[in-house]
Nanobody, 126 residues
Framework: QVQLVESGGGLVQAGDSLRLSCVASGGTIGTYAMGWFRQAPGKEREFVTAISWRGGVTNYSDSVKGRFTISRDNAKNTVYLQMNSLKPEDTAVYYC???????????????????WGQGTQVTVSS
């Protein structure tokens, strides 16, 4: 199983951008679907976005569609989440997740993923 470490979180103002990174170790993510989830205080963890093992297929939650972009560099064992036009409601701990999976459709439920990072805090002030 791969180990995942997220980075890139921070405190920003509404309208700003951030790019999160998720670096994998202990194996290659080349045959893994990768996802980002988030959890705000007092709320359940929610799906944000996912990307297929080769990067050719992505999907997004309605709340981030058009603002966030997921990408991956399998050679670097890294997945990225570019977040633009951030809103206060995007404030949450963001988690990277991996699932050994080369099929379709992309998994969107948290219990479908086997590997998780420790999370990185994103705080958006108004």
């Amino acid at each position: 199983q791969v180990q995942l470490v997220e980075s890139g979180g921070g405190l920003v103002q509404a309208g700003d951008s951030l790019r999160l990174s998720c670096v994998a170790s202990g194996g290659t993510i080349g045959t893994y679907a990768m996802g980002w989830f988030r959890q705000a205080p007092g709320k359940e963890r929610e799906f944000v976005t996912a990307i297929s093992w080769r990067g050719g297929v992505t999907n997004y939650s309605d709340s981030v569609k058009g603002r966030f972009t997921i990408s991956r560099d399998n050679a670097k064992n890294t997945v990225y989440l570019q977040m633009n036009s951030l809103k206060p409601e995007d404030t949450a701990v963001y988690y990277c997740a991996a699932k050994y999976y080369i099929g379709s459709p992309l998994p969107q439920r948290g219990d479908e993923y086997n590997n998780w990072g420790q999370g990185t805090q994103v705080t958006v002030s108004s």
